[in-house]
Nanobody, 125 residues
Framework: QVQLVESGGGLVQAGGSLRLSCAAS????????MGWFRQAPGKEREFVAT????????YYRDSVKGRFTISRDNAKNTVYLQMNSLKPEDTAVYYC??????????????????WGQGTQVTVSP
């Protein structure tokens, strides 16, 4: 049974920072790419960032490039999303997910098979 548990969300003023964490269990973590997605009220879930199984390749959506950084610690089975210079439009529920199959790296939610419960990020003006 794969479990993903996000933490680190909260309320922050525009320009502030948050660091999200996602702890994984039940799968050989270091063999799978990991992704972060978000969903704002009334909008579809969208891709935010992904990191390869080894951690040496990352991709970001254009609107977060230069502000967000995805990283992973395979020894701790954890993936992180450092979010700086936050904007009100970053407000959403953030989800982490595992890519499938092993050693792949998808940019679409259809490429990911297990999801966490989400953590709320709210950025005030």
């Amino acid at each position: 049974q794969v479990q993903l548990v996000e933490s680190g969300g909260g309320l922050v003023q525009a320009g502030g920072s948050l660091r999200l964490s996602c702890a994984a269990s039940g799968r050989f973590f270091s063999s799978y790419a990991m992704g972060w997605f978000r969903q704002a009220p009334g909008k579809e879930r969208e891709f935010v960032a992904t990191i390869s199984w080894s951690g040496d390749t990352t991709y970001y959506r254009d609107s977060v490039k230069g502000r967000f950084t995805i990283s992973r610690d395979n020894a701790k089975n954890t993936v992180y999303l450092q979010m700086n210079s936050l904007k009100p439009e970053d407000t959403a529920v953030y989800y982490c997910a595992t890519d499938s199959p092993p050693y792949g790296m998808g940019l679409s939610s259809e490429d990911y098979d297990y999801w966490g419960q989400g953590t709320q990020v709210t950025v005030s003006p």
